[in-house]
């Protein structure tokens, strides 16, 4: 089973700052086929999960250009280039290379 | 509009058993995979089982394998869990969630609410 490790843990912001969670693999995500197999979500208090960021750097349909997902390997990171008061919630990386998918513990951004 | 609706979540004994059921529109539902996703209470996501589109293949995690059974219903448009021989380290909130694919059973662009099963003497 691969292991997903998130730092940090939690993330307090000041809006309209940036932000930076990582994400870290026991093993390398990227497949023969050249794609990365990390994928971003975020659950926003009360509510189901979103998925946010896909293979590692594509936003899905609906998501601002203020977040981005980069990284290689087993090392990765959201992006946040600048806080917004929705962006409030819990921030999961998951690995969809192997199954059982594993998503990391997850990173509570707060606003400060 | 995607739609994706869970139910029959209940407070069941230990050793009990329970079906969840996925109602979902506003898809060609044979041709995307789907997955159920759980979060125990103030905890993290942890993937649990997943079934192609067709039906033909589907997969489990460790902790539920031999005791939960995916399926799906193409002409319905639903997605079933049959949980059996529960513990209570199985409480959690179930989510249905539909793949971007019909292959592939990650990468899930719709997600239900959720439903509440609760494992207790």
């Known amino acids: 089973e691969i292991v997903m490790t998130q730092s940090p843990l939690s993330l307090p912001v000041t809006p309209g700052e940036p932000a930076s969670i990582s994400c870290r693999s026991s093993?390398?995500?990227?497949?023969?086929?050249?794609?990365?197999?990390l994928d971003w979500y975020m659950q926003k208090p009360g509510q189901s999960p979103q998925l946010l960021i896909y293979?590692?750097?594509n936003r899905a349909s609906g998501v601002p250009d203020r977040f981005s997902g980069s990284g290689s390997g087993t090392d990765f990171t959201l992006k946040i280039s600048r806080v917004e008061a929705e962006d409030v919630g819990v921030y999961y990386c998951?690995?969809?290379?192997?199954?059982?998918?594993?998503f990391g513990q997850g990173t509570r951004l707060k606003i400060k | 509009e995607v739609q994706v609706l869970e139910s029959g979540g209940a407070l069941v004994q230990p050793g009990g058993s329970l079906r969840l059921s996925c109602a979902t529109s506003?898809?060609?539902?044979?041709?995307?995979?789907m997955s159920w996703v759980r979060q125990a209470p103030g905890k993290g996501l942890e993937w649990v089982s997943g079934?192609?589109?067709?039906?033909?293949?589907?997969y489990y995690a460790d902790s539920v394998k031999g005791r939960f059974t995916i399926s799906r219903d193409n002409s319905e448009n639903t997605l079933s869990l049959q949980m059996n021989n529960l513990r209570a380290e199985d409480t959690a909130v179930y989510f249905c969630?539909?793949?971007?694919?019909?292959?592939?059973?990650?990468?899930?662009?719709?997600w239900g609410r959720g439903t509440q099963v609760t494992v207790s003497s």
């Open positions: 969630a539909k793949a971007m694919g019909a292959e592939a059973v990650a990468l899930w662009d719709f």
């Open positions: 998951m690995q969809a290379l192997q199954i059982p998918y594993t």
């Open positions: 506003g898809f060609t539902f044979s041709s995307f995979a």
């Open positions: 293979l590692g750097s």
């Open positions: 093993q390398s995500l990227l497949r023969s086929n050249g794609y990365i197999y």
């Open positions: 079934i192609i589109g067709s039906g033909d293949t589907r």
